[in-house]
C-alpha cells in the first residue's frame, strides 16, 4: 500500500506540476476555444486573479504531493479545484474526460490513503 501511495502521489502531483506551469508560464500556445469553453475562459480570465490563483494553488499541491509532505493537507486543498475540473470536462470538454477520472481517482485514493488524517475534523467537541 505504501509503495502504491508513493507512485499514485507522484503522478497526481507531476500531472499538476505539468498543468500549472504550462500555463503559468506560457509555455504553450493558446488554442482557439469554441462555444461554451470560449465563454466559460472568458469570464476566468476576465477576473485576472482566478487563473493564476488556481494555477498556483495546484503548482504548490503538485510540490506538496511529489516532496511527500503535507499530502493529506494538499489533498483537501486540491479536492475542490479537482470537482470543478471534473465538472468542466463533463459538460464543455469530454474529449478529455477519460485522463481527469483517472486523476480524480488519483485525488479520491490518496484521501483514502490519508484517511486517519481528516478524523479530527469530523469529532464533535
Not at 14 to 23: D, E, I
Not at 28 to 51: C, N
Request: aromatic share 12%; hydrophobic share 60%; glycine share 6%.
Amino acid at each position: 500500500m505504501k509503495i502504491a501511495v508513493i507512485i499514485v502521489r507522484t503522478l497526481v502531483g507531476l500531472m499538476f506540476l505539468f498543468s500549472s506551469v504550462v500555463v503559468l508560464f506560457n509555455l504553450v500556445p493558446p488554442q482557439e476555444l469554441k462555444g461554451g469553453i470560449k465563454t466559460f475562459m472568458d469570464g476566468v480570465t476576465a477576473s485576472h486573479y482566478l487563473l493564476p490563483l488556481i494555477k498556483i494553488t495546484e503548482l504548490l499541491c503538485a510540490i506538496a504531493f511529489i516532496t511527500g509532505r503535507f499530502v493529506a493537507l494538499a489533498t483537501v486543498i486540491i479536492f475542490p479545484i479537482m470537482i470543478n475540473i471534473v465538472f468542466f470536462h463533463a459538460f464543455l470538454g469530454p474529449s478529455e474526460l477519460p485522463t481527469v477520472i483517472v486523476l480524480l481517482l488519483g485525488v479520491l485514493f490518496l484521501a483514502y490513503a490519508n484517511r486517519k488524517s481528516y478524523t479530527p475534523l469530523f469529532n464533535a467537541k
